[in-house]
T-cell receptor
Framework: NAGVTQTPKFRILKIGQSMTLQCAQD?????MYWYRQDPGMGLKLIYY???????DKGEVPNGYNVSRSTTEDFPLRLELAAPSQTSVYFC??????????????FGPGTRLTVL | DAKTTQPPSMDCAEGRAANLPCNHS???????VYWYRQIHSQGPQYIIH???NNETNEMASLIITEDRKSSTLILPHATLRDTAVYYC????????????FGSGTRLLVRP
């Protein structure tokens, strides 16, 4: 298994540009998550999904959108990039069954700089 | 989810045990203690979790006090590759999907 994969690894955007961060998992996990991590800080949850077609906001959703059309993929969309979105973005997945949510597995991250 | 308190940094010598403390005095009865670590620039890696009994796996041991208000992560024979930020997280396994990351403890393993 590849686990959780993310593309691209690095990206530089200009203010106002848009882009999609890709995330895929091959572990048949039903839950998927997007976090951001600013320098020297812990991770903050942006959005999460409990299954295909279902998404919900986390702690810091403003400026982002997500979709979950398949179990495997959970892309994160930035519509109008701002310098405040300069961060490292991590995708994660886990399995939840009958209310028991298992360990989260993280991808390698996407380092985004907005200039 | 209960808040956790960890020292900002620690160090230990290679080959020795690293003991990382965590306080979670407001922990509830249905909340587990999780430990993750983040090696420089990589995604967080799950280490271990427990409810009230001590736990051990191939990576580490977790010691939880009887009143559950604090715990210690033990890396029995630290190596240079264990240098990382270690996060102690408390969450209810049956209701909360969220992992709330604090600032963690930066562990430096010295040669």
């Amino acid at each position: 298994n590849a686990g959780v994969t993310q593309t691209p690894k690095f990206r530089i955007l200009k203010i106002g540009q848009s882009m999609t961060l890709q995330c895929a998992q091959d572990m048949n996990h039903n839950y998927m998550y997007w976090y951001r991590q600013d320098p020297g800080m812990g991770l903050k949850l942006i959005y999460y999904s409990v299954g295909a077609g279902i998404t919900d906001k986390g702690e810091v959703p403003n400026g982002y959108n997500v979709s979950r059309s398949t179990t495997e993929d959970f892309p994160l969309r930035l519509e109008l990039a701002a310098p405040s979105q300069t961060s490292v973005y991590f995708c994660a997945s886990s399995y939840s069954d009958r209310g028991h949510t298992d360990t989260q597995y993280f991808g390698p991250g996407t380092r985004l700089t907005v200039l | 989810d209960a808040k956790t308190t960890q020292p900002p940094s620690m160090d230990c010598a290679e080959g020795r045990a690293a003991n990382l403390p965590c306080n979670h005095s407001t922990i509830s009865g249905n909340e587990y203690v999780y430990w993750y670590r983040q090696i420089h620039s990589q995604g967080p890696q799950y280490i271990i979790h427990g409810l009230k009994n001590n736990e051990t796996n191939e990576m580490a041991s977790l010691i939880i006090t009887e009143d559950r208000k604090s715990s210690t992560l033990i890396l029995p024979h630290a190596t240079l590759r264990d240098t990382a930020v270690y996060y102690c997280i408390v969450r209810a396994i049956d209701s909360s999907y969220k992992l709330i990351f604090g600032s963690g403890t930066r562990l430096l393993v010295r040669p």
